[in-house]
């Protein structure tokens, strides 16, 4: 039975590769989002939201994956050619500035796969690349609130008795 059902799936991948299923002139709609506060996260969330629209129309199923700084991740769709890629970092290793997200489709990541396996750092012109800026997240004040009111509770202490050592000598 498993056999039945890896030898249909392997002619349906067969039969959508040979009709061309690949996304040709692909026009991309973008919108990101993160997480511009850290001071009471544990991840920092990264966000982007594209809509994606060919030449021909995409069958339901078209896979798209990515990569962002060396990390694979799947695009999830989320509605008619409408796919979203996300993934958290912690705070600490959260970079501020451009991130891309290069966005390939089920031929092209099989492509970047190959090549890495030979080469680790190869790369592969991607189906589109989305820009995601990340202005970086608030962590909180560099002094804690606790720290600088008892800092001066002794700073008035210490004036305090220096003047009452003052008035009574």
């Known amino acids: 039975m498993v ?6 799936v392997s002619a349906i991948a067969l039969f959508s590769s040979a009709n061309g299923q ?10 990101s989002f993160t997480s511009l506060d ?17 030449d021909s129309p995409l069958p339901p199923n078209y896979a798209l994956y ?15 050619n409408k796919y979203q890629v996300s993934w958290t970092e912690e705070p600490a290793a959260a970079r501020s500035g451009m991130h891309e997200v290069r966005v390939l489709d089920e031929e092209g990541w099989a ?16 189906l589109l ?8 997240s608030y962590s909180g004040p560099w002094v804690n609130s606790e720290v600088l009111a008892t800092a001066l509770s002794v700073l008035i202490a210490y004036i305090a008795l220096h003047n009452k050592s003052k008035i009574l000598a």
Do not use: M, W
Not at 3 to 8: G, Q, W
Not at 22 to 31: D, H, I, L, M, T
């Open 22 to 31: 690949s996304c040709q002139n692909p026009k991309v709609e973008a919108a």
């Open 66 to 80: 990515a990569e962002v700084d060396g990390k694979p991740l799947t695009a999830a769709r989320i509605g008619e």
């Open 111 to 126: 492509s970047l796969r190959r090549a890495r396996r030979a080469d680790p750092t190869a790369t592969v012109a991607p």
């Open 129 to 136: 690349a989305i820009q995601l800026n990340h202005p970086g």
């Open 38 to 54: 850290a001071t009471i996260v544990t991840q920092i969330a990264y966000i982007t939201e594209f809509t994606l629209v060919c």
């Open 3 to 8: 056999t039945k059902f890896v030898l249909l």
